[in-house]
């Protein structure tokens, strides 16, 4: 510590032409000694990188920071995102994994457990994405929770289950739209988590947190939600499906990642009626996912 408390701070100042600054040589020399050698050369890479001057900032690294530029938000759903969007509703309508999906529900709605709500999480900002596969991928994924309430509702009978949806990326327009075309209200974060139930059917494709795993721990007293519409359950996650992580990136397969399986949710599978389908060479906007739907309990 004597060489970095023998130093004092320098001040600089120049009052006619260049503003006040810190001479910054101590500081970096103690993150220098004291950080490991690694994280201290690559952010100074980093810096170089970008151009930074070293006067602009009192830290050496910067972590966990994105650089997103400020754009004008779209006022509403244009002329031509709508023509893509009915491009995207045929083919839809058209895919294999529609199909599946009514036939299943319609096969097993009932003998297990009523739903009266929707809730979607992470499906995307599919009006407001400035990236065309993101838009297409997020509102197909949006037509298949409408389908799964439309059908749920001709099968069940009574009101037709009220959907929500909830993501930090939606912006305004993507909130009016949701409403105005798909019936669909938004919740902040965490009200969707919030408003989990015993009857509730929950919707997720790779979120970057584990939803099925708060869900299923949300709704523990009534054995889990009524149903998931989300990637295949396909191991109890221990074992990361008895595949290393360089054999997942060489076979493509999506193990690792933050809404991992786990063994209550391979319980949840096994002991309830369930529909799997590889959506990945047809409108890859699902890859391995699967349907699974709550028995019925004693006395419903």
């Given at each position: 510590?004597d060489?970095?408390t023998?130093k004092?701070?320098?001040?600089?100042?120049?009052?006619?032409?260049?503003?006040?600054?810190?001479?910054?040589?101590p500081i970096?020399?103690?993150?220098?000694?004291?950080?490991?050698?690694?994280?201290?050369?690559?952010?100074q890479?980093?810096r170089?990188?970008?151009?930074h001057?070293?006067w602009?900032?009192?830290?050496?690294?910067e972590?966990?920071?994105?650089?997103?530029?400020v754009?004008d938000?779209?006022?509403?759903?244009?002329a031509?995102?709508?023509?893509?969007?009915?491009?995207?509703k045929?083919?839809w309508?058209?895919?294999?994994?529609?199909?599946?999906?009514?036939?299943?529900?319609?096969?097993h709605?009932?003998?297990?457990?009523?739903i009266?709500?929707?809730?979607?999480?992470?499906?995307?900002?599919?009006?407001s994405?400035?990236h065309?596969?993101?838009?297409?991928?997020?509102?197909?994924?949006?037509?298949?929770?409408?389908?799964?309430?439309?059908t749920?509702?001709?099968?069940q009978?009574?009101?037709?289950?009220?959907?929500?949806a909830?993501?930090?990326e939606y912006?305004a327009?993507?909130?009016?739209y949701?409403?105005e075309?798909?019936d669909c209200?938004?919740?902040?974060?965490?009200?969707?988590?919030?408003?989990?139930?015993?009857?509730?059917f929950?919707?997720?494709?790779?979120?970057?947190?584990p939803?099925?795993?708060?869900?299923?721990?949300?709704?523990?007293?009534?054995?889990?939600p009524?149903g998931f519409?989300?990637?295949a359950i396909?191991s109890?996650?221990l074992?990361?499906?008895?595949?290393?992580?360089?054999?997942?990136?060489?076979?493509?397969n999506?193990?690792?990642y933050t809404c991992?399986?786990?063994?209550?949710?391979w319980?949840?599978?096994?002991q309830?009626?369930?529909?799997e389908?590889d959506?990945r060479?047809?409108?890859?906007?699902?890859r391995?996912?699967?349907v699974?739907?709550?028995?019925?309990?004693?006395g419903?």
């Amino acid at each position: 510590m004597d060489k970095v408390t023998s130093k004092s701070t320098e001040m600089e100042c120049d009052m006619s032409s260049q503003p006040a600054r810190i001479e910054l040589q101590p500081i970096l020399e103690a993150q220098r000694t004291y950080a490991p050698r690694y994280i201290w050369q690559r952010a100074q890479a980093s810096r170089h990188e970008r151009g930074h001057n070293e006067w602009a900032t009192l830290t050496p690294f910067e972590f966990g920071l994105r650089y997103v530029p400020v754009k004008d938000e779209k006022a509403c759903a244009d002329a031509e995102f709508h023509d893509k969007a009915a491009q995207w509703k045929s083919q839809w309508d058209n895919s294999d994994l529609h199909r599946k999906l009514i036939a299943f529900l319609k096969t097993h709605t009932g003998s297990v457990t009523r739903i009266d709500q929707i809730i979607c999480f992470g499906l995307g900002n599919t009006v407001s994405s400035t990236h065309p596969r993101v838009q297409r991928i997020s509102y197909v994924q949006h037509l298949a929770a409408h389908t799964v309430r439309d059908t749920l509702a001709s099968q069940q009978g009574g009101a037709a289950p009220t959907m929500f949806a909830q993501d930090p990326e939606y912006k305004a327009v993507d909130t009016s739209y949701l409403s105005e075309h798909f019936d669909c209200t938004v919740l902040d974060d965490p009200e969707g988590f919030k408003a989990l139930d015993g009857n509730t059917f929950v919707i997720a494709f790779a979120p970057n947190v584990p939803v099925r795993q708060i869900a299923l721990d949300m709704t523990h007293d009534s054995n889990g939600p009524a149903g998931f519409l989300c990637d295949a359950i396909k191991s109890d996650g221990l074992e990361g499906e008895g595949l290393t992580r360089k054999e997942c990136y060489e076979a493509e397969n999506n193990v690792y990642y933050t809404c991992n399986p786990s063994p209550g949710l391979w319980k949840y599978k096994e002991q309830g009626l369930w529909m799997e389908h590889d959506d990945r060479d047809e409108l890859g906007c699902f890859r391995k996912v699967g349907v699974y739907l709550k028995k019925c309990s004693e006395g419903e």
